[in-house]
């Protein structure tokens, strides 16, 4: 990244996460007591953001949002401050309902379902976004599928997203876009026009099987040359110099010379997992802080993998991340999987 800018923009879901902890995920026509509940930040744009100030507090972070004047609008701006981020970009609309989620993990295997009430966030457009007097390096902007208006048609562009995209990258800045697994045709319809407009790509495995059209995960198995063949395919249809795909069992990165870099995930004791909610969030944010910070493509992956394996420890997105040099620790004491086996793509 380019040494005369720092840190990072965020835009896109600012949402209240309403997390509760069930016994299990229940059959309907069921009752099921709820044993614990609480309220933080959530959305791509919040975790990103706070992420990043957690694990490396010297990288400063802004962010662009949309949130109504209501105690969930209230909750995350306070968030924002409480982080130290810049929220002179971040738009309250009275008019609106602050964009809020109810966030289900079932304490029997940690899984999590999200149900949603969008409203302000299918309000953003991209009006909202000045990057007038950004000195960031890269705006991390999502989430496609959860924003009417972006979602859609805009000035002769396919959608908000590629419009915001396009000014971003005329204001100097790099772009990295966070998605999620949604419907494989909602998937390559929202994020295949944007490809063209991004410096950066880091998702999961499900998620780049369906930008390429490919078999990824089969029977709940990551197929690793899938992967790989799938983040060929997509890097030929965009302007990345990064691809990433991460997945249960590590991450592969793909360079734009072809250049291909794995790095397994930690042994992090499913005892100890509290919830996998904002862990690819957790998994972005250690790596572009290793990117921010000039290591190497393989070190990066390593910082991924360590961030995402410490906020495992929380039901919420972010309350158990720490700083890098806490989540690095956290993974030498549990250890590394075996290296991946890359196959032939």
Same mark, same amino acid.
């Given at each position: 990244?380019?040494?005369?800018?720092?840190?990072?923009?965020?835009?896109?879901? $600012?949402?209240?996460?309403?997390?509760?902890?069930?016994?299990?995920?229940?059959?309907?026509?069921?009752?099921?007591?709820?044993?614990?509940?609480?309220?933080?930040?959530?959305?791509?744009?919040?975790?990103?953001?706070?992420?990043?100030?957690?694990?490396?507090?010297?990288?400063? !972070?802004?962010?662009?949002?949309?949130?109504?004047?209501?105690?969930?609008?209230?909750?995350?701006?306070?968030?924002?401050?409480?982080?130290?981020?810049?929220?002179?970009?971040?738009? !309250?609309?009275?008019?609106?309902?602050?964009?809020?989620?109810?966030?289900?993990?079932?304490?029997?295997?940690?899984?999590?379902? =999200?149900?949603?009430?969008?409203?302000?966030?299918?309000? +953003?457009?991209?009006?909202?976004?000045?990057?007038?007097?950004?000195?960031?390096?890269?705006?991390?902007?999502? +989430? /496609?599928?959860?924003?009417?208006?972006?979602?859609? /048609? $805009?000035?002769?562009?396919?959608?908000?997203?590629?419009?915001?995209? &396009? &000014?971003?990258?005329?204001?100097?800045?790099?772009?990295?876009?966070?998605?999620?697994?949604?419907?494989?045709?909602?998937?390559?319809?929202?994020?295949? /026009?944007?490809?063209?407009?991004?410096?950066?790509?880091?998702?999961?495995?499900?998620?780049?099987?369906?930008?390429?059209?490919?078999?990824?995960?089969?029977?709940?198995?990551?197929?690793?040359?899938?992967?790989?063949?799938? +983040?060929?395919?997509?890097?030929?249809?965009?302007?990345?110099?990064?691809?990433?795909?991460?997945?249960?069992?590590?991450?592969?990165?793909?360079?734009?010379?072809?250049?291909?870099?794995?790095? /397994?995930?930690?042994?992090?004791?499913?005892?100890?997992? &509290?919830?996998?909610?904002?862990?690819?969030?957790?998994? #972005? #944010?250690?790596?572009?802080?290793?990117? =921010?910070?000039?290591?190497?493509?393989?070190?990066?992956?390593?910082?991924?993998?360590?961030?995402?394996?410490?906020?495992?420890?929380?039901?919420?997105?972010?309350?158990?991340?720490?700083? +890098?040099?806490?989540?690095?620790?956290?993974?030498?004491?549990?250890?590394?999987?075996?290296?991946?086996?890359?196959? #032939?793509?």
């Amino acid at each position: 990244m380019s040494s005369s800018r720092s840190g990072f923009i965020t835009g896109g879901t $600012w949402c209240v996460d309403h997390n509760m902890v069930l016994p299990r995920w229940p059959e309907e026509e069921t009752a099921t007591r709820i044993l614990s509940a609480n309220a933080q930040g959530g959305g791509a744009g919040c975790n990103f953001a706070v992420d990043i100030r957690r694990l490396a507090p010297e990288i400063p !972070v802004a962010t662009v949002g949309l949130c109504g004047e209501d105690p969930d609008g209230r909750l995350l701006r306070g968030v924002a401050t409480d982080h130290g981020i810049d929220i002179s970009r971040f738009h !309250v609309d009275p008019a609106l309902r602050t964009h809020r989620t109810m966030a289900f993990t079932s304490a029997e295997n940690g899984r999590r379902t =999200h149900i949603f009430e969008a409203d302000a966030s299918d309000h +953003l457009t991209p009006d909202h976004f000045d990057f007038d007097g950004v000195t960031a390096r890269m705006l991390h902007l999502g +989430l /496609p599928g959860t924003h009417a208006r972006l979602d859609g /048609p $805009w000035q002769g562009d396919p959608s908000g997203w590629v419009s915001v995209l &396009k &000014k971003a990258r005329a204001a100097g800045l790099r772009t990295n876009m966070e998605v999620m697994s949604i419907p494989r045709d909602d998937l390559r319809r929202l994020i295949l /026009p944007c490809l063209p407009h991004l410096d950066y790509l880091v998702v999961n495995d499900y998620e780049i099987g369906a930008f390429a059209d490919l078999q990824t995960v089969q029977g709940g198995a990551t197929s690793v040359p899938g992967v790989i063949a799938a +983040l060929r395919r997509v890097m030929e249809l965009g302007s990345m110099e990064i691809a990433v795909a991460h997945f249960p069992g590590g991450a592969v990165a793909l360079d734009r010379s072809g250049g291909v870099q794995s790095h /397994p995930s930690t042994r992090f004791p499913q005892t100890e997992v &509290k919830g996998t909610n904002g862990a690819g969030d957790a998994f #972005a #944010a250690g790596f572009f802080c290793g990117h =921010h910070r000039g290591v190497a493509l393989r070190d990066c992956l390593a910082y991924a993998h360590a961030a995402a394996a410490a906020s495992l420890r929380s039901v919420d997105t972010y309350g158990a991340v720490e700083s +890098l040099e806490a989540c690095l620790a956290l993974a030498a004491r549990t250890g590394w999987r075996d290296a991946l086996e890359l196959g #032939a793509a």
